[in-house]
């Protein structure tokens, strides 16, 4: 299969292509990895949560720049904590750009190429 037409199955795994969309299951995968990752059960993430996601997803903290773009660009709260809706525009923006990447994403968190989880996330509920 080509690349192309990898990125499109990905695309199309991932967002509705009549609507836009991104689908229930993607929707479904997002909020359980916010949940995940929002310690204290407050609906939002803090400066360490966000920085527990980033080095869960990434291998590293984000750069101050890219806290200061993420509060810049999506929803946060008047403490700078960054809404549910927030993250999920975060990644509504990423998914519809570069699926590929929100896939890395997932699988980072546990989940399968068809968006299943497949592995135990135990160790993040330390």
């Not at 299951?25 to 990752?37: A, R, S």
């Not at 750069?63 to 904590?81: G, N």
């Amino acid at each position: 299969m080509s690349q192309q037409s990898e990125d499109d199955a990905v695309y199309n795994l991932m967002v509705d292509d009549a609507t836009g969309d991104l689908k229930p299951k993607v929707d479904k995968i997002l909020k359980e990895i916010f949940e995940n990752f929002d310690k204290d059960k407050d609906g939002k993430w803090n400066l360490k949560e966000i920085q527990d996601f980033a080095t869960a997803t990434n291998g590293r903290p984000f750069e101050d720049s890219v806290i200061e773009e993420i509060v810049e660009s999506f929803e946060v709260d008047e403490e700078k904590s960054l809404l549910f809706a927030g993250f999920y525009q975060m990644y509504y923006m990423q998914t519809v750009s570069e699926p590929e990447e929100t896939l890395n994403d997932f699988k980072k968190h546990g989940y399968d190429d068809n968006l299943e989880l497949v592995s135990s996330r135990d160790q993040d509920k330390e």
